[in-house]
């Protein structure tokens, strides 16, 4: 194994080194253990105030899930338009610039979707969750 595969499966199997030492933030206790949480279980719930970073995390886990999981077709969601472009991909952009070099240019950013660069079969794409059109998801 190289170095760099060694690296990433390191950073795969471990959010919060990625957090820390990719994104170079320091995440709360709750932080750390909802990433510890995303690593381990396909599903998880956590309730949580107004205000205590739950925007940060979900930031985190997408450039995380990104740049450690290929191929990943990631649809990220919110329940408003507004909460989606305004506010959760505004924060991603925020950590996305705190990234080196040497991941960021990995990454290819437009309004409503991330790429792996060069790759058509892995990114993260906004897509808003409505009663009405259920279906957005599933594209
Ligand atoms: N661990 C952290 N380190 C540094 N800044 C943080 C951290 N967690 C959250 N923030 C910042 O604090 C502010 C509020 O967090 P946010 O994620 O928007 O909270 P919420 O979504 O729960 O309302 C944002 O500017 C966010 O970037
Ligand atoms: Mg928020």
């Not at 499966?9 to 990625?18: G, S």
């Not at 329940?79 to 925020?94: C, F, G, M, R, S």
């Amino acid at each position: 194994m190289t170095d760099i595969e060694d690296t990433i499966l390191r950073l795969r199997n471990d959010p919060v080194l990625f957090v820390e030492q990719v994104i170079g933030a320091k995440p709360q206790r709750w932080q750390a253990e909802a990433l510890r949480a995303i690593s381990k279980h396909d599903k998880v719930a956590i309730k949580s105030g107004h205000g205590v970073g739950k925007t940060a995390f979900e930031s985190w886990v997408a450039l995380w899930w990104l740049l450690t999981h290929y191929p990943c077709k990631a649809a990220i969601t919110a329940n408003t338009a507004h909460q989606l472009n305004d506010v959760l991909w505004t924060e991603i952009d925020k950590w996305a610039r705190k990234l080196p070099a040497g991941f960021k240019d990995l990454l290819e950013f437009k309004s409503d979707k991330i790429s792996l660069k060069g790759a058509t079969d892995s990114f993260a794409v906004a897509r808003t969750s409505r009663r009405e059109n259920p279906e957005a998801l599933k594209r």
